[in-house]
């Protein structure tokens, strides 16, 4: 296990309180001592505190906070539809009908995917689509209707049923913002729902930003997302996308919205933190790369702001350096599929869980299954729902975490 820094790095280090400011101390003090900081202290530590500092913090609370293991979810990818209503300026996920990679797949297709995760032991089916692509698509609109279906959500409500009922893999659903209604309709289907906040930036949405053509980015409706699933007591991930135009402070906002809606409704089951890489054929193809000293600040502070969430960075973003993010605090992979590509990111392949549970066990940590749904969920009253109880029951030990670890 990574060594607790706690003591190395408390007051008495004369070495960091020589280049630290006298504020700075005290902040990485109190929140060793597992106080609470204010905003405008944590923006100090963000901009003005050592990179190693905070990453000596980071392992500091994650140890104190986390057990020995680092998790991940083994999943099958089931893109269901690749349409989209948004242009996110950044985004190689959405296509056009007339593309050869447009996805708008049947339930025989679905069911097949996810025999193929079953598998290769795959225990999380998760569904991705564009956000409302029947808003925008007639192609979209006709497919539904020729599966029964007006709307996307009733499709993936049913799609999840057969998946739950034929292979007993655990959906989790990643179609943007939804409703209070649409997120019960999913709420006996998917163990959990995603959907990541990216920013609480509202300046993204201006002329030129990333966000500029994408209404459903408007961070108030991420945040009436997050709530919306709140009240539901639905297991909802979400994050930021790190580097996309966001000043330091929108990065902290977007982390303190975050912790304060789970404050407030307990229910955000992971945070993850991801890097913006530049793709070829976008609008911010020629945009830098997020830099990994800013990221790395970036996730560490996410945990000093959470010390008890579970902090997620995807490896595959970083296929040369993700080793690093466990030094910055984090305690889970994110979904890794032996078997479907990252449709997402399609220009990052997944590594091998295989060089994953190399590179974790380097670290002296130990790599975990986990199921779509994180452990301390599974005993909270309603966060569950009844007709989930029994798949769960099927693949997951004592724990929580997954009964025969799948790990090559
Ligand atoms: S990032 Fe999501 S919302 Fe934006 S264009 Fe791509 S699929 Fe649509």
């Known amino acids: 296990m990574g060594m607790d820094l706690t003591n190395e790095i408390y007051v008495s280090d004369m070495s960091l309180s020589t280049t630290m400011s006298k504020t700075v101390h005290e902040t990485v003090n109190r929140v060793l001592e597992g106080k609470t900081i204010s905003k405008t202290e944590s923006y100090e530590l963000f901009t003005t505190g050592d990179k190693n500092l905070l990453l000596a913090v980071a392992i500091a609370l994650r140890n104190k906070y986390k057990n ?53 032991r795959c225990t999380e089916a998760l569904f991705v689509t564009g956000e409302r692509p029947e808003q925008k698509y007639s192609e979209v609109r006709s497919w539904l209707r020729s599966n029964g279906h007006t709307s996307t959500i009733e499709f993936i409500r049913e799609m999840s049923q057969s998946v739950l009922d034929k292979t007993g893999l655990l959906p989790h659903t990643n179609a943007g913002s939804l409703t209070k209604e649409e997120i019960s309709l999913l709420k006996d289907t998917n163990v959990s729902l995603g959907m990541m906040l990216e920013s609480t930036s509202e300046r993204l949405m201006e002329k030129g930003m990333p966000h500029e053509m994408a209404p459903s980015k408007n961070p108030k409706l991420r945040i009436k997302t997050l709530k919306n699933a709140g009240e539901l007591k639905m297991p909802i991930t979400t994050g930021l996308l790190v580097g996309i135009g966001e000043t330091s402070e929108d990065i902290l906002n977007s982390l303190y919205v975050i912790r304060d809606i789970h404050k407030e409704y307990g229910h955000i089951q992971e945070v993850i933190m991801q890097n913006f890489s530049p793709k070829p054929h976008t609008g911010m193809a020629k945009s830098l790369p997020c830099s990994q000293y800013y990221f790395l600040k970036s996730v560490a502070m996410a945990r000093i702001i959470m010390p008890d969430m579970n902090i997620q960075v995807p490896p595959n973003l970083s296929p040369n350096s993700f080793s690093e993010y466990l030094d910055a605090g984090i305690n889970d992979w994110g979904g890794i599929s032996p078997v479907t590509i990252d449709y997402v990111n399609p220009e990052f392949a997944w590594p091998s869980i295989k060089s994953v549970k190399d590179i974790t066990n380097a670290r002296g940590y130990n790599l975990r299954a986990r199921l779509p749904i994180y452990p301390e969920f599974l005993q909270r009253k309603d966060y569950v729902s009844p007709k989930l109880e029994f798949n769960i029951s099927m693949l997951s030990d004592a724990s929580g975490l997954v009964k025969e670890d799948s790990e090559n």
């Not at 083994?74 to 056009?96: G, H, M």
């Not at 007339?98 to 069911?111: D, F, G, M």
């Open 68 to 120: 020995n293991s680092i998790t991940y979810s083994r999943k099958v990818f089931i893109n269901l539809v690749n349409l989209c209503r948004d242009s996110c300026s950044y985004c190689t996920y959405k296509k056009e009908p007339y593309e050869k990679s447009l996805s708008l797949l049947s339930p025989a297709q679905v069911i097949a995917i996810a025999e193929i995760g079953k598998k290769s």
